[in-house]
């Protein structure tokens, strides 16, 4: 394939580019062979010239097809080159959100500095079990790999996680260690894997630490190999750690902190255990301070501290020891701030109050003037002689870092030691997975020794990579057959001999350490002249002797050499380490336990001191000793890498720099792997995969049914260079940029076609429009010319009329017009004829009411003037009466003085005055009105004489003027005459227009009063209608209310059954756990074997239950006492709610057994004395009790008419009321009641005086036998006849004993009356009471309703209606509380009165028998001719007590359920037990009953768990159901007896209530039930995948993407699983539940389990396969879903709810079906996934991959446009649906239409030994 068919117009390149590393541009015109330069546009528009060098005339790298982009696996691209990768995790990590990426068998994980929600226990659920190929990367997969080849090859694993700081290393190994724990179980009695994972945040308190690119960077590198048992759980772990940073103990940069536990220690300084060890704050200490940081973002120490404390613990680290480790934490702070002071130039020395130095001291326990001295000097030893010397400061300083460091790194290795030995188990060994988190490579501006070594590290798990690659790929050629020449790939063993092989960098290193006088700059000088010639790796920077350079296979890096000796030799001083093992702290001298056995004196004495110096390793030998462990460890596994990148030095959450990326790209590795990949056939295509996708480039006759042969035809054609492919096995292996250009021909193909296609569509829509277009015009011509000629015509019309009209018209105005001028004038005079006459008249009118007017006034002047004229008079004679009445009183007062003697004696002679007085006055009063009458009477006479003589006058006037006028009356008479005729005309007039106005008005009135009518038919018809509509919505909000109350219950109710069943579920969970464990101990303990037995648990509270002895079950719960304490898994709720309900338990069992023994004693008792009674002869006795029996059955019957008397009298429920009191049926039912009272007190005498009878002739007739003897022995404990010589006489008197029984017999009579009269007063008095607060009750209701009714009056019509409804329904409700109460009541009484019942009924049957086994003994024997009759059976199967165990074993254990189901009657087994269960009954033998259920329910238990077959759970839980349904159906509960017919309502149990077992077998349904999903999951869940989106109906039409080297893989391999498999697998489910006779109710609730499954877990695959979002996939989905309706429609299950399940998958179909570009599509998709949550809709519409270039990828920005608009949903914010949910099952009541009596036992059951009765 030519470059001039690559490099053609319009094809995409990649342009370096300083910033981003690579930019995209695009071909603006062809390339041809010799151009020098390539003519392009960037993406920005720019159009720039790139220069082709001709000599080497390299090219720029072509783009990757838009389909190809965001791939999963960067093998799976066309072209494998730099820029296609590092594009390919830019697409994926920013604009997907992805930042796992498959480069191979590489796992690429990118930092994204943000928690995502991808690590949650569903998604671990979700890779379990899974192909690698099959799901998204994820480390998950990874960890899922291993643990799978693990198992599958036998073979150990080891797991690669490399990277720089700040890359995510510790993260990705976290996890990969949380999955192994997650999805293996230890094997142990405690939890290791929980011991593991508490490693973690241990390991990362004392070797992590903030750096300036990562806020927990782990300063050290570690091994950790978790240890699986043969069953692959975890049994234990191992821990290797390598080369810890200890120089950042005491140095650390700006912006860092030192290791993380020194700031823990410092935060919790304020803790009681802590203050011994003197802490302040981390700024108070130099080692903590220096990086002036000492806090990170959203780290809080406190709580991390204690975190590390529980992991501690959980360690088995106990508190004395963790006090110790914090001791010796506290000592190195204060070690780091002891002071050094100068004393000269080389000495130094510590002031003996140092405060630090005192503290570090005391808390190492050694004394501080030797630690003191020695900090300050050091001891130096000859042959000879040994010298002890100061030291500088600088080195007082080094050497308490030395120190200081020392002692860190021992204490770290004393930490991973323990931890070790916490993780060991004594579980043996079979196999591991190794988790290697080790630093990347790494380059800074200045390197050291540290650098060094990490790099090394580097070079060699490199060098183990590209092998591991080489051989994978020389596998991969080799099993598919294909000829493979050597790829060519970096081989750095050169570099790793440069650093390790003999005279190499290290070799030197460690022979400059042994030498004297050794140094770093005669350390560099060795190697200029050792190496700089001979080797091409290393090499000297230009300007520097103390540095040099080697080139590693990621890049060139320079070290400086100040500080190699020192850091590699990592001295100490000794004399200080001897110091420290003077201590008696403990800990303290553990850590240098290691020091003592290496320095114990070996060979001759004189010599010790240099062998010990010589023999002390290196750090550098011994992290090379370590890392040649680690690759033959890491070569003996099979390796899976993970390789972390840093996507930028800022922190920032999903930002990625290229420039960045790309270096650790080159340094990780990556860029090889796809360097080695594209050297051979990176893209690789199966056969059938290859034809699906490239058919559309062969014709129909070139399809062959050899798929092989077809491919390589195609091929061929397509393709000339034969050297570009290869045909294996399986697999056609294409170079690199094949699949791209195959591609590109699949698209020009695809793309002729769809303009084929437009062509024939736009020509067929423009001849379509072309012909509609001509047809409308000719249309419209025939219309708009027909519509001319009509309007024509009309016009010709219009003119004649208007002619007409016109003529009309004018002459209807001229006369119109003439007749108006005439009325106008006749109006207009009469108007001013009348108004003449109006003015005269007005006139007249005027002056004669001024006349009046006049007089009037005059007169009313006058009166006033006489009314003032008489008030003054009588003022003043007032005045003056009143002067000379005061001056007679005086005289009057002054002749009063002077006679009083006289009115003494003449007392009455005053009253005389005083009426004398009293007459006086009222004389004067009557002389006053008449004089005032009288003047009255004068003025008025003056005034009317006044008055005439002005009127004459006036008649006088009046008389001339009349004279005047009397010759103007013939002018006026005229006049008068001619107003009378038009007064008349106007009369006419006014009475014509009066009765048109009648007339009118009638007519008027009548149209009104029509409208009226109507008006009130609207009126009254609206009126209605808003009443009707008014309940309507009051209907409709009683109806949502009700509707939403019913819907708040049913989810109240739902939620408390999956409450309920959950926790029962959890408690057969731990009851299996708990007999497994007793099985365990029974097989352990065989001297124990016999006394242990298994005890089946069960919440009856029946005694049969507990027949079981005590002390087996309290050595069983002692033997498990120390299991149950020991697992940590179990809820604690859930424990102790069980531990309570067996305590319950126990004392139920106690009362229960006491209950029992006290029956059984009252039991022996009666039997005792029947046995006595039944030796005498009870004739009369008999007569007299068969007399009082029917008395007492007549009592009987009087009561039940008077209580039926009583509720007829005060029951409300009847149609009719009941009688009023006074009423006639009142008092005729009043009389009855009492004519009836009075019988029953005539019956209750007559009884009393039948058993005082009967009383008497027992005594009479068995005075002298045992039961006289027990009447004598009773009636002398009565008080009052304690007298001995009393009845001594009393037997004296009568020998015969007649008046002593007859007296005794009054005395029980009167006894009797006695206690019936206390009985009826207490009853009177309760009824009276009851009567009375009924009365009150009335009356109270009486007010309520009066205030009701008062307020009511006062309210509007509407809320007066309203409150009167409420009312009602709190009345309402009232009473039907109370009625509830009452028929509870009842109820009770009832259960009461039918036990009495049944118990009396069992005395009675067994008298009678014992009667008429008497009577048969003493009646003569006669022969008898027998005849036989058809026997009658009744529903029961007889069986012995010792045939219980033979059963149950041949109905339930050994039972075969596919026989039975086929052959025999549904629920046959269950109808079995219950008519045992009903014999059992009959014979009143409880232990039977008990023992029977129990043992059903047993036998059951232990199939279920035995059996975890779908058939057997489906046959038990079907019997299960119908053995509870009959002992509802047949309880004698009126509840279940309306269902049943009149025979099986005479086969009721009539001994034992049996309700608690209902609950019982309830919950072993439940049990059964949650069995049978866990099954049908089981059963499901590997063709869910497969058939719901990995099969494809049409193969090809929907198109498929290339994959990398991970293929994804089927379930099946053998045969492809498609949908019509799983709807084979449900009808399977479906038909066996059905045969089975499972409940229709409970098959609608499996079936919507099963679909909810089937949602669950095509929905959770989809959001974690990027593959599987596109168009096409959610167009196969939605096909899929109909199938699945269609096969519910088919069984008639459509209203199971199954659909409803459905629902979230639809909605994610129609997501990638829909439209996603506008913000109206968003809306949209808010409004349409309703079903699904926000996170689910933008995980699908971020994963949205286009399988065919037509298709457009999901722009960010309307991404975050749904994010919006979603922003205020409330919902839960998991990504994955819970596919282990299981909806809370209910158990319907179905009674059965079976006859017991019909019921036939086949003879294969085995059950010979059952009778039938």
């Known amino acids: 394939m030519a470059a001039s068919e690559l490099y053609s117009k319009h094809a995409r390149v990649w342009l370096p580019d300083a910033a981003e590393v690579w930019k995209s541009a695009e071909l603006i015109r062809d390339y041809t062979p010799g151009d020098l330069t390539l003519s392009l546009q960037l993406d920005d528009g720019t159009s720039v010239e790139h220069k082709i060098d001709p000599r080497t005339n390299n090219l720029p790298p072509l783009r990757n097809p838009n389909i190809l982009v965001g791939e999963n696996d960067l093998t799976a691209l066309s072209y494998l080159h730099e820029p296609a990768v590092l594009h390919n995790l830019k697409v994926r990590f920013i604009d997907s959100k992805l930042i796992y990426t498959?480069?191979?068998?590489?796992?690429?994980?990118?930092?994204?500095?943000?928690?995502?929600?991808?690590?949650?226990?569903?998604?671990?659920?979700?890779?379990?079990?899974?192909?690698?190929?099959?799901?998204?990367?994820?480390?998950?997969?990874?960890?899922?790999?291993?643990?799978?080849?693990?198992?599958?090859?036998?073979?150990?694993?080891?797991?690669?996680?490399?990277?720089?700081?700040?890359?995510?290393?510790?993260?990705?190994?976290?996890?990969?260690?949380?999955?192994?724990?997650?999805?293996?179980?230890?094997?142990?009695?405690?939890?290791?894997?929980?011991?593991?994972?508490?490693?973690?945040?241990?390991m990362e308190a004392f070797g992590n630490a903030k750096t300036t690119r990562n806020d927990n960077s782990s300063r050290f590198g570690k091994y950790i190999e978790i240890g699986f048992d043969k069953q692959y759980s975890i049994v234990g772990a191992h821990m290797r750690t390598y080369l810890l940073e200890k120089s950042r103990v005491v140095f650390q940069a700006h912006g860092e902190r030192n290791y993380h536990v020194f700031y823990q220690l410092c935060a919790s300084s304020h803790l009681p255990e802590f203050k011994a060890f003197k802490l302040g704050c981390a700024e108070d200490f130099h080692c903590t301070n220096q990086g002036q940081n000492p806090a990170i973002d959203g780290v809080d120490d406190a709580k991390e501290m204690s975190s590390t404390r529980r992991a501690f613990s959980l360690l088995g680290i106990g508190e004395s020891d963790q006090m110790e480790i914090y001791q010796i934490l506290s000592a190195i702070l204060h070690l780091s701030n002891v002071e050094v002071k100068d004393q000269s130039a080389d000495r130094c020395s510590i002031l003996p109050d140092n405060a630090h130095l005192m503290v570090f001291c005391e808390l190492m326990g050694v004394p501080c003037e030797e630690m003191s001295h020695w900090l300050c000097h050091r001891k130096l030893k000859t042959t000879t002689e040994t010298f002890v010397k100061p030291v500088s400061k600088m080195n007082a300083v080094h050497g308490r870092d030395a120190l200081a460091k020392h002692i860190y790194a021992r204490l770290f290795s004393w930490i991973v030691g323990s931890i070790n030995i916490a993780l060991k188990s004594a579980v043996k060994q079979h196999s591991f997975i190794g988790v290697l988190d080790i630093y990347g490579f790494e380059t800074f501006d200045v390197n050291s020794f540290e650098q060094f070594c990490i790099n090394y590290a580097n070079e060699k798990l490199q060098q183990q990579f590209n092998l591991h690659v080489f051989k994978l790929e020389q596998e991969e050629y080799m099993k598919e057959e294909i000829p493979w020449t050597l790829i060519d790939f970096y081989d750095n063993q050169p570099c790793i001999?440069?650093?390790?092989?003999?005279?190499?960098?290290?070799?030197?290193?460690?022979?400059?350490?042994?030498?004297?006088?050794?140094?770093?700059?005669?350390?560099?000088?060795?190697?200029?002249?050792?190496?700089?010639?001979?080797?091409?790796?290393?090499?000297?920077?230009?300007?520097?002797?103390?540095?040099?350079?080697?080139?590693?296979?990621?890049?060139?890096?320079?070290?400086?050499?100040?500080?190699?000796?020192?850091?590699?030799?990592?001295?100490?001083?000794?004399?200080?380490?001897?110091?420290?093992?003077?201590?008696?702290?403990?800990?303290?001298?553990?850590?240098?336990?290691?020091?003592?056995?290496?320095?114990?004196?070996?060979?001759?004495?004189?010599?010790?001191?240099?062998?010990?110096?010589?023999?002390?390793?290196?750090?550098?030998?011994?992290?090379?000793?370590?890392?040649?462990?680690?690759?033959?460890?890491?070569?003996?596994?099979?390796?899976?890498?993970?390789?972390?990148?840093?996507?930028?030095?800022?922190?920032?959450?999903?930002?990625?720099?290229?420039?960045?990326?790309?270096?650790?790209?080159?340094?990780?590795?990556?860029?090889?792997?796809?360097?080695?990949?594209?050297?051979?056939?990176?893209?690789?295509?199966?056969?059938?995969?290859?034809?699906?996708?490239?058919?559309?480039?062969?014709?129909?006759?070139?399809?062959?049914?050899?798929?092989?042969?077809?491919?390589?035809?195609?091929?061929?054609?397509?393709?000339?260079?034969?050297?570009?492919?290869?045909?294996?096995?399986?697999?056609?292996?294409?170079?690199?940029?094949?699949?791209?250009?195959?591609?590109?021909?699949?698209?020009?193909?695809?793309?002729l076609a769809c303009v084929s296609i437009q062509k024939t569509i736009r020509c067929w829509l423009a001849r379509k429009k072309y012909l509609r277009l001509r047809e409308s015009a000719v249309t419209i011509q025939k219309y708009v010319r027909g519509h001319q000629a009509r309007s024509y015509v009309k016009f010709l019309r219009q003119t004649k009329a208007a002619l007409v009209i016109q003529r009309n018209v004018r002459m209807w105005a001229r006369r119109r017009h003439y007749l108006r001028q005439r009325s106008a004038a006749v109006t207009i005079q009469c108007i001013w004829r009348a108004h003449m006459a109006r003015e005269q008249y007005y006139k007249l009118m005027f002056e004669q009411k001024a006349v009046v007017l006049q007089r009037w006034v005059?007169?009313?002047?006058?009166?006033?003037?006489?009314?003032?004229?008489?008030?003054?008079?009588?003022?003043?004679?007032?005045?003056?009466?009143?002067?000379?009445?005061?001056?007679?009183?005086?005289?009057?007062?002054?002749?009063?003085?002077?006679?009083?003697?006289?009115?003494?004696?003449?007392?009455?002679?005053?009253?005389?005055?005083?009426?004398?007085?009293?007459?006086?006055?009222?004389?004067?009063?009557?002389?006053?009105?008449?004089?005032?009458?009288?003047?009255?009477?004068?003025?008025?006479?003056?005034?009317?004489?006044?008055?005439?003589?002005?009127?004459?006058?006036?008649?006088?006037?009046?008389?001339?003027?009349?004279?005047?006028?009397?010759?103007?009356?013939?002018?006026?008479?005229?006049?008068?005459?001619?107003?009378?005729?038009?007064?008349?005309?106007?009369h006419r007039e006014k009475e014509e227009l009066e009765e048109q106005t009648k007339i009118y008005k009638e007519q008027t009135q009548q149209v009104v009063e029509e409208l009226n009518m109507k008006n009130n038919l609207l009126m009254s018809n609206i009126d209605d209608l808003s009443k009707e509509i008014l309940t309507q919505t009051q209907q409709l909000t009683e109806i949502k209310t009700n509707s939403e109350n019913t819907k708040q219950l049913e989810r109240d109710l739902n939620e408390e059954r999956s409450r309920y069943q959950s926790l029962l579920s959890e408690h057969l969970h731990l009851e299996e756990r708990h007999r497994d464990l007793k099985e365990e101990m029974s097989l352990s303990n065989n001297s124990n074997k016999s006394s242990l037995k298994r005890t089946d648990s069960n919440y009856s509270s029946n005694s049969s239950e507990f027949s079981q002895s005590l002390d087996s079950t309290e050595s069983d719960n002692s033997s498990i006492q120390t299991e149950n304490e020991t697992e940590a898994t179990v809820d604690l709720p859930v424990l102790l709610k069980l531990q309570r309900r067996v305590k319950d338990l126990e004392q139920e069992k106690r009362s229960l057994w006491q209950q029992l023994d006290k029956r059984e004693e009252a039991q022996q008792q009666k039997a005792k004395e029947v046995e006595?009674?039944?030796?005498?002869?009870?004739?009369?006795?008999?007569?007299?009790?068969?007399?009082?029996?029917?008395?007492?059955?007549?009592?009987?019957?009087?009561?039940?008419?008077?209580?039926?008397?009583?509720?007829?009298?005060?029951?409300?429920?009847?149609?009719?009321?009941?009688?009023?009191?006074?009423?006639?049926?009142?008092?005729?039912?009043?009389?009855?009641?009492?004519?009836?009272?009075?019988?029953?007190?005539?019956?209750?005498?007559?009884?009393?005086?039948?058993?005082?009878?009967?009383?008497?002739?027992?005594?009479?007739?068995?005075?002298?036998?045992?039961?006289g003897e027990s009447v004598k022995l009773d009636l002398s404990e009565i008080p009052s006849y304690q007298d001995v010589d009393r009845t001594a006489d009393i037997h004296t008197l009568n020998?015969?004993?007649?008046?002593?029984?007859?007296?005794?017999?009054?005395?029980?009579?009167?006894?009797?009356?006695?206690?019936?009269?206390?009985?009826?007063?207490?009853?009177?008095?309760?009824?009276?009471?009851?009567?009375?607060?009924?009365?009150?009750?009335?009356?109270?209701?009486?007010?309520?309703?009066?205030?009701?009714?008062?307020?009511?009056?006062?309210?509007?019509?509407?809320?007066?209606?309203?409150?009167?409804?409420?009312?009602?329904?709190?009345?309402?409700?009232?009473?039907?509380?109370?009625?509830?109460?009452?028929?509870?009541?009842?109820?009770?009484?009832?259960?009461?009165?039918?036990?009495?019942?049944?118990?009396?009924?069992?005395?009675?049957?067994?008298?009678?028998?014992?009667?008429?086994?008497?009577?048969?003994?003493?009646?003569?024997?006669?022969?008898?001719?027998?005849?036989?009759?058809?026997?009658?059976?009744?529903?029961?199967?007889?069986?012995?007590?010792?045939?219980?165990?033979?059963?149950?074993?041949?109905?339930?254990?050994?039972?075969?359920?596919?026989?039975?189901?086929?052959?025999?009657?549904?629920?046959?087994?269950?109808?079995?037990?219950?008519?045992?269960?009903?014999?059992?009954?009959?014979?009143?033998?409880?232990?039977?009953?008990?023992?029977?259920?129990?043992?059903?329910?047993?036998?059951?238990?232990?199939?279920?768990?035995?059996?975890?077959?779908?058939?057997?759970?489906?046959?038990?839980?079907?019997?299960?159901?119908?053995?509870?349904?009959?002992?509802?159906?047949?309880?004698?509960?009126?509840?279940?007896?309306?269902?049943?017919?009149?025979?099986?309502?005479?086969?009721?149990?009539?001994?034992f209530e049996l309700s608690e077992y209902h609950q019982l077998f309830g919950d072993l349904a439940i049990q059964i039930y949650r069995q049978l999903i866990k099954c049908v999951e089981n059963t499901l869940q590997p063709l869910i995948v497969a058939s719901m989106l990995e099969n494809e109906t049409i193969q090809g039409v929907l198109g498929s993407k290339p994959s990398g080297l991970r293929k994804r893989s089927t379930s099946f391999p053998e045969e492809a699983v498609t949908l019509e498999v799983l709807l084979q697998r449900l009808s399977y489910f479906h038909t066996t539940m059905s045969q089975h006779g499972v409940d229709s109710e409970l098959i609608k609730q499996v079936v919507k389990q099963q679909f909810y499954i089937i949602s669950a877990v095509t929905l959770n695959h989809l959001l974690l396969r990027k593959e599987m979002c596109s168009w096409s996939k959610g167009l196969q989905i939605r096909y899929n879903v109909w199938q699945l309706e269609e096969w519910l429609t088919e069984r008639d299950l459509a209203d199971c709810g199954a659909k409803e399940t459905l629902e979230p998958l639809v909605q994610a179909a129609q997501l990638l079906q829909i439209k996603k570009n506008t913000e109206a599509d968003a809306r949209a998709i808010c409004n349409m996934c309703s079903a699904l949550t926000t996170a689910q809709i933008v995980k699908v519409l971020t994963l949205y991959t286009p399988v065919i270039e037509f298709e457009e990828r999901v722009s960010p920005t309307f991404i975050t446009t749904i994010k919006n608009l979603l922003r205020d949903r409330v919902e839960s914010s998991t990504l994955m649906m819970d596919a282990k949910k299981i909806f809370s099952v209910s158990v319907p009541f179905t009674p059965s239409s079976i006859a017991l009596e019909t019921l036939q036992i086949p003879a294969s059951l085995n059950l010979g030994f059952l009778t039938r009765v």
């Open 102 to 202: 498959y480069c191979g068998i590489v796992l690429v994980a990118i930092n994204p500095y943000e928690n995502l929600p991808i690590y949650e226990p569903d998604i671990i659920n979700a890779y379990s079990g899974q192909n690698m190929g099959d799901m998204d990367p994820h480390i998950f997969a990874v960890a899922e790999e291993a643990y799978k080849q693990m198992a599958r090859d036998h073979r150990n694993q080891s797991i690669i996680v490399s990277g720089e700081s700040g890359a995510g290393k510790t993260v990705s190994a976290k996890y990969a260690m949380r999955y192994f724990a997650t999805v293996s179980c230890s094997s142990g009695e405690t939890n290791v894997e929980e011991r593991v994972l508490a490693s973690s945040p241990i």
């Open 858 to 986: 005059r007169g009313w002047l006058a009166r006033q003037h006489y009314r003032r004229t008489l008030v003054a008079i009588i003022l003043l004679q007032s005045c003056v009466r009143r002067m000379m009445a005061k001056k007679e009183l005086k005289k009057l007062k002054v002749e009063a003085r002077s006679v009083e003697h006289f009115k003494k004696l003449n007392i009455g002679m005053e009253n005389k005055i005083m009426q004398l007085q009293m007459k006086i006055n009222e004389q004067h009063k009557e002389n006053r009105e008449l004089t005032e009458r009288l003047i009255v009477l004068e003025r008025t006479h003056t005034t009317e004489r006044d008055r005439q003589s002005r009127e004459i006058e006036t008649l006088r006037r009046s008389e001339q003027e009349a004279k005047a006028k009397a010759a103007r009356v013939p002018s006026l008479l005229e006049q008068l005459s001619f107003l009378q005729h038009e007064l008349e005309t106007s």
């Open 1295 to 1551: 020998e015969d004993g007649e008046l002593w029984l007859a007296y005794e017999g009054l005395k029980e009579t009167n006894r009797l009356l006695e206690c019936q009269m206390q009985k009826q007063e207490r009853h009177h008095n309760e009824r009276n009471r009851k009567l009375v607060e009924e009365v009150n009750k009335l009356r109270y209701e009486k007010e309520q309703q009066q205030k009701l009714l008062a307020q009511s009056l006062l309210l509007p019509e509407n809320a007066r209606v309203e409150a009167s409804l409420k009312h009602e329904i709190t009345r309402l409700t009232n009473e039907n509380l109370e009625r509830m109460e009452q028929q509870e009541k009842q109820d009770k009484t009832i259960r009461k009165l039918k036990k009495q019942l049944k118990f009396y009924m069992k005395r009675v049957e067994d008298f009678e028998a014992t009667a008429n086994n008497a009577s048969m003994m003493s009646a003569p024997v006669r022969t008898v001719n027998i005849t036989r009759k058809e026997k009658e059976y009744q529903g029961m199967l007889e069986y012995r007590e010792s045939d219980s165990s033979r059963l149950l074993k041949n109905l339930v254990i050994d039972l075969k359920p596919r026989g039975v189901a086929v052959s025999f009657t549904p629920g046959l087994p269950a109808y079995v037990i219950f008519m045992c269960l009903r014999y059992a009954d009959n014979v009143n033998d409880d232990k039977r009953v008990s023992t029977l259920l129990n043992s059903t329910i047993s036998c059951i238990k232990g199939v279920i768990k035995r059996k975890d077959d779908f058939e057997v759970v489906s046959f038990w839980l079907a019997n299960t159901c119908r053995l509870m349904n009959c002992l509802k159906q047949y309880s004698g509960d009126e509840v279940f007896l309306t269902h049943n017919t009149a025979k099986q309502n005479e086969q009721v149990l009539t001994n």
């Open 497 to 751: 001999n440069l650093i390790e092989a003999k005279l190499g960098i290290l070799d030197l290193l460690d022979e400059e350490c042994k030498m004297p006088k050794g140094s770093d700059d005669t350390w560099a000088q060795k190697l200029y002249n050792t190496l700089l010639k001979q080797n091409t790796h290393f090499d000297k920077p230009r300007l520097s002797n103390r540095a040099f350079i080697i080139h590693h296979f990621a890049d060139k890096v320079e070290y400086q050499c100040a500080g190699f000796l020192e850091k590699n030799k990592d001295t100490v001083n000794q004399e200080q380490i001897n110091v420290l093992k003077k201590s008696k702290f403990d800990l303290l001298l553990k850590l240098f336990e290691d020091d003592d056995k290496a320095n114990k004196p070996t060979g001759i004495a004189g010599r010790a001191g240099p062998t010990q110096k010589d023999n002390k390793k290196t750090v550098g030998l011994q992290f090379r000793q370590s890392l040649h462990l680690l690759m033959d460890t890491l070569n003996a596994t099979t390796p899976h890498y993970v390789r972390c990148i840093k996507p930028n030095d800022h922190k920032a959450s999903f930002l990625l720099d290229p420039v960045r990326a790309v270096q650790q790209l080159r340094a990780c590795g990556v860029l090889e792997t796809i360097r080695i990949s594209a050297a051979g056939f990176p893209s690789r295509w199966t056969y059938q995969e290859f034809f699906s996708r490239y058919r559309v480039l062969m014709k129909q006759k070139d399809a062959l049914p050899d798929r092989k042969q077809t491919c390589k035809n195609l091929l061929e054609k397509l393709i000339k260079d034969q050297e570009k492919y290869q045909f294996g096995k399986n697999k056609i292996f294409f170079r690199a940029g094949q699949v791209a250009y195959l591609e590109k021909l699949r698209s020009d193909k695809l793309r």
């Open 1172 to 1267: 006595e009674q039944q030796s005498v002869g009870r004739t009369e006795l008999d007569l007299e009790t068969l007399k009082r029996q029917e008395l007492e059955s007549e009592n009987k019957k009087l009561k039940q008419d008077l209580n039926e008397l009583r509720k007829s009298l005060t029951s409300d429920s009847g149609d009719l009321a009941p009688p009023v009191p006074g009423s006639l049926p009142y008092n005729i039912l009043l009389d009855q009641l009492n004519s009836s009272s009075e019988e029953l007190e005539m019956r209750k005498e007559e009884v009393l005086l039948l058993r005082s009878h009967m009383v008497r002739q027992e005594a009479l007739k068995h005075r002298d036998s045992l039961l």
